[in-house]
């Protein structure tokens, strides 16, 4: 027959006791004698936030975006004042370059050689230039009409005459209407080719490949902060 159970016995099934606290309670504010956690242990404990399972985790909230208004008006801005002057310098620069070489071609047409004498009329005001090749050194002329020459600007041209390059090595302006003759002592070629047409040639390329260069870049960073200015903000 099984015995009756005796409260003050160690080894119940209840765990030690010392005979006042039954079914081995421990009195209220005692540590817990067994290595059992007390119960109730960790009831109502949130876990750490953003843990797996977590009760009341929520995603961390998405960054404010950024106003990026005034970047995306100055791509505008940029992009129109870049295209803008990208197709004017192009435009402006072809058109001068055209006149100014032609201009200078039309001239070089009515080139004519001094070997070793030539005529030619001049009205007051016209200017010429005097040319000569590589190959034949400078020549010595002597020119004579109704008043003396005054001189010239003296710029350095080259053309090609008749097949061969000749560079300019003297300039005269002509005071006084009429025919005057020249006389050089080794071929020389006369032209009367203004300087104008070779600056506004030389400026209306220089005006296209620059001024174009210039509207190209801003255009392209115009469109680089418009592109910026309309991407979303990357989200972590």
């Known amino acids: 027959m099984s015995q009756p159970y005796d409260p003050g016995q160690s080894g119940g099934p209840a765990g030690p006791s010392d005979g006042r606290f039954p079914y081995g309670e421990q009195p209220y504010g005692q540590p817990q004698q067994s290595g059992a956690p007390l119960p109730g242990a960790g009831y109502g404990q949130q876990p750490a936030y953003g843990q797996p399972g977590s009760f009341g985790s929520y995603p961390p909230a998405p960054p404010p975006r950024k106003d990026r208004s005034g970047m995306r008006r100055w791509g505008k801005i940029l992009t129109l004042v870049g295209a803008v002057i990208l197709v004017l310098s192009v435009a402006v620069g072809v058109v001068l370059a055209v006149a100014g070489i032609g201009d200078v071609v039309d001239q070089a ?116 902060l418009w592109v910026i200015a309309g991407r979303k903000p990357r989200t972590v």
């Open 109 to 224: 047409d009515k080139a004519f050689e001094v070997n070793p004498t030539a005529e030619q009329y001049y009205d007051a005001g016209d200017t010429f230039q005097l040319f000569s090749s590589a190959a034949n050194g400078v020549p010595s002329c002597e020119i004579t009409g109704p008043a003396a020459l005054e001189s010239g600007t003296n710029t350095s041209t080259e053309f090609t005459f008749d097949g061969s390059g000749v560079e300019s090595f003297d300039s005269f302006e002509v005071v006084e209407s009429g025919t005057y003759s020249f006389q050089c002592d080794s071929p020389a070629v006369v032209a009367s080719i203004d300087a104008s047409g070779i600056f506004s040639g030389v400026g209306g390329v220089l005006l296209a490949v620059f001024g174009g260069g210039l509207g190209g870049l801003l255009a392209l960073v115009g469109i680089v």
